[in-house]
């Protein structure tokens, strides 16, 4: 009997780590030689994603599928994370082999620099969509512009995310300290919204794709008591920080805002390690451009994956199995 209890702990022990897409890679590393884009054994591959109301969250899940359906003996897992700075810690560490991250974040890591001590091994599969810095507030909180979120409460992100990077640097930006000058509430998207419909939060950034489930929500239930802000003034500075940062807009279709909402814009990239097999690299990119039409379905900012824009990853160097795989599908040099 106790046997039979222990296996069946064990069972439900390894359908739990599967299910969370932790610890869940066998790929094998780089041993140099031609780039087949066939993978001969079984390989597992986790990805981290980002917030469960986000769209890391939706493409990477509708990505992991379709690596599953493509075939070529590779099965993805896709798991809720903090997003870009925790990815790509994680990613190193081996805990993830797939991970979404905002390119800034990324330019860090490959550099060594912002949240990173040192210089990280990772590569690019491809460059993917665009993130959109939102910043929203509550009407009755009487802010009107980043300086306003002076004494305010102010959510900045999970920690160790892109959005929390961004938010960082937004404020200082405005001539305000993170650390000091607001009450950041350090919250994923979900609690984030929850907390500006009972007016425990005055603010929020938020970086992500569009549109993200989680602002939909908040706008279609609270659109009255809330508005975005125009941080653009602030991208002279925030240029200063990283060139990737570019003047962009919301158009108001997305949320059914009365006008666009203009914004700072950053790319998002896909990244691996740089010792990952470069037939699994391939094949993960590969099917990234193949079923393009399917993760569209699962969230429209799939839209904006090209290739024509799929090798814009720099600073971070692209895998030589995305490389292989971008010149088989004809991707401009």
């Known amino acids: 009997?106790?046997?039979?209890?222990?296996?069946?702990?064990?069972?439900?022990?390894?359908?739990?780590?599967?299910?969370?897409?932790?610890?869940?890679?066998?790929?094998?590393?780089d041993t140099g030689g031609d780039v087949t884009c066939e993978v001969g054994q079984s390989t597992r591959i986790g990805i981290a994603t980002g917030n469960a109301t986000g769209v890391y969250f939706a493409l990477g899940n509708a990505y992991a599928e379709q690596v599953n359906m493509a075939g070529g003996n590779v099965q993805a897992t896709a798991s809720e994370t903090g997003a870009s700075v925790q990815n790509i810690q994680q990613l190193v560490?081996?805990?993830?082999?797939?991970?979404f991250s905002l390119a800034d974040t990324a330019a860090n890591a490959i550099n060594g620099t912002g949240s990173f001590t040192e210089k990280q091994p990772i590569a690019a599969l491809s460059r993917i969509h665009t993130n959109y810095t939102q910043v929203i507030v509550r009407k009755a909180a009487g802010i009107t512009d980043v300086a306003g979120m002076k004494g305010k409460r102010v959510s900045t992100g999970s920690p160790k995310s892109g959005t929390e990077v961004i938010a960082q640097r937004v404020l200082t930006a405005a001539g305000l300290d993170p650390a000091a000058d607001v009450s950041a509430q350090k919250l994923d998207l979900a609690k984030t919204v929850d907390g500006m419909k009972d007016g425990t939060i005055d603010a929020l950034f938020w970086s992500g794709g569009l549109p993200t489930p989680g602002i939909t929500d908040l706008l279609t239930t609270s659109g009255d008591k809330v508005e975005f802000l125009d941080i653009t003034p602030l991208l002279p500075e925030m240029q200063k920080i990283n060139e990737v940062y570019q003047a962009g807009a919301i158009p108001a279709a997305t949320y059914k805002t009365a006008a666009d909402v203009k914004t700072i814009v950053v790319p998002?990239?896909?990244?691996?390690?740089?010792d990952l097999d470069p037939d699994v690299a391939c094949v993960l990119t590969r099917t990234?451009?193949?079923r393009k039409?399917?993760?569209?379905?699962?969230?429209?900012?799939?839209?904006?994956?090209?290739?024509?824009?799929?090798?814009?990853?720099?600073?971070?160097?692209l895998h030589r199995g995305?490389?292989?795989?971008?010149?088989?599908?004809?991707?401009?040099q």
């Open 1 to 29: 009997m106790r046997r039979t209890l222990s296996i069946a702990l064990a069972g439900l022990l390894a359908a739990a780590t599967v299910s969370c897409g932790g610890r869940q890679d066998s790929a094998a590393t």
């Open 93 to 99: 560490a081996g805990t993830y082999g797939v991970a």
């Open 268 to 274: 998002n990239v896909l990244l691996v390690r740089e």
């Open 288 to 290: 990234l451009f193949e």
């Open 293 to 317: 039409t399917q993760l569209e379905q699962a969230n429209a900012a799939a839209k904006e994956i090209s290739l024509d824009t799929a090798r814009a990853t720099d600073p971070v160097p």
């Open 322 to 332: 995305a490389t292989k795989a971008l010149d088989d599908l004809g991707a401009p």
